[in-house]
């Protein structure tokens, strides 16, 4: 292994204080999930039930013909809930399906829990009470750290075998000239 890739490792693992190994992320407060592969097949089908919106026509009177019209303001907010939608979908398979609790930190309450989600309850929040949803939302809204999060999801993607975007940004910023 090049020392270029030992030490960006080293600097990712210090970003979050925790001393992963590959097959398991630690997050601040203690809590150690095992990561799992998760089938890409799986996101795909979760994507595929959130459609996209159909493109708006009008009709050109210029053109005597009736026309697609992708820039209609509606149409593009369609457009962004439904990306959203899709990538919360994303989200959540990969916290589902590619993550279990190892340890948990000393205190932390467990998904099934009820004064954790009570309090977000009465904060207005739903919190599913289906096991899966459920442990979802207690990663979301309670285990973890935004950044932890955003941590997690990206190393349960990677895992299961999946470059992100920003690994090709930094692999293109690697080559010399």
Not at 18 to 43: I, Q, W, Y
Not at 79 to 94: C, F, I, K, L, P
Not at 116 to 132: N, S, Y
């Amino acid at each position: 292994m090049s020392d270029v890739v030992q030490m960006a490792e080293i600097i990712d693992k210090e970003k979050l204080g925790s001393p992963d190994t590959e097959d398991t992320f630690s997050a601040s407060n203690g809590l150690v999930l095992k990561l799992k592969k998760v089938n890409r097949l799986v996101v795909v089908e979760a994507g595929r039930k959130i459609p996209m919106p159909p493109v708006p026509r009008f009709f050109n009177e210029d053109k005597g013909r009736e026309e697609e019209n992708p820039s209609h303001p509606d149409y593009l907010d369609a457009v962004r809930e439904a990306n959203y939608t899709r990538g919360m979908m994303t989200v959540s398979v990969y916290l589902t399906l590619g993550t279990e609790i190892k340890q948990l930190g000393e205190g932390m309450q467990r998904p099934d829990d009820i004064e954790w989600a009570d309090t977000l309850i009465e904060l207005g929040i739903d919190i599913p009470r289906a096991q899966r949803p459920r442990y979802v939302a207690w990663l979301k809204y309670y285990a973890l750290s935004d950044e932890e999060l955003t941590a997690l999801t990206n190393r349960s993607m990677r895992f299961s075998g999946i470059t992100l975007e920003e690994d090709v940004e930094d692999a293109k910023k690697s080559f010399r000239g």
